[in-house]
């Protein structure tokens, strides 16, 4: 990371980039990126944010670089769920994944919140992402078959921040 790394509030102009990025990724299939052009333009409203929903926008230079998006779990106490994350395939293995995570940790531990979880695919292409969170403190919790779609499971991983 030899350039100056920033991660801050995403605005309005990088929904469009941010999106882009992710399609590059070549991971997400075309509904989840219409959907996250959706949740995207949404979280600038005034609900998103009166929901503690955070959306933070990764900055490598002066280039968009990646993002998370993350809140608060509805009806529970202080678990937070992390839906989103992303970084230029371009830039994936250089540690910015793990800058975001820790990012995102950290956060979270500010709102009070005592457990992260996440959720991904089980397909072969998601391998990479499930050893991304192991290797970074998170518990594999199980899968539910035929999530997502015939041969697409869902796998829930789960890490408590009040003693990492």
């Known amino acids: 990371m030899s350039h100056s790394v920033e991660i801050r509030p995403m605005i309005a102009e990088d929904i469009s980039p941010l999106v882009e990025i992710a399609e590059a990724t070549g ?53 937070w769920y992390l839906y989103w994350i992303v970084v230029d395939a371009t830039r994936q293995r250089h540690g910015f994944g793990k800058l975001l995570l820790g990012h995102v940790e950290e956060s979270i531990r500010q709102h009070g919140g005592k457990t992260l979880v996440i959720e991904t695919s089980m397909l072969p292409t998601y391998q990479a992402t499930r050893q991304f969170y192991l290797k970074n403190g998170y518990t594999f919790a199980g899968e539910i078959p035929n999530y997502y779609a015939d041969g697409d499971g869902m796998g829930i991983f789960y890490k408590s921040l009040e003693c990492s």
């Open 27 to 79: 991971v997400f299939r075309p509904l989840e990126i219409e959907v996250l052009a959706e949740l995207l333009d949404d979280y600038l409203s005034a609900l998103a944010n009166e929901e503690q929903h955070q959306c933070q926008s990764l900055l490598v230079g002066e280039e968009l670089a990646g993002f998370v998006y993350y809140a608060p779990t509805p009806m529970t106490e202080a678990t």
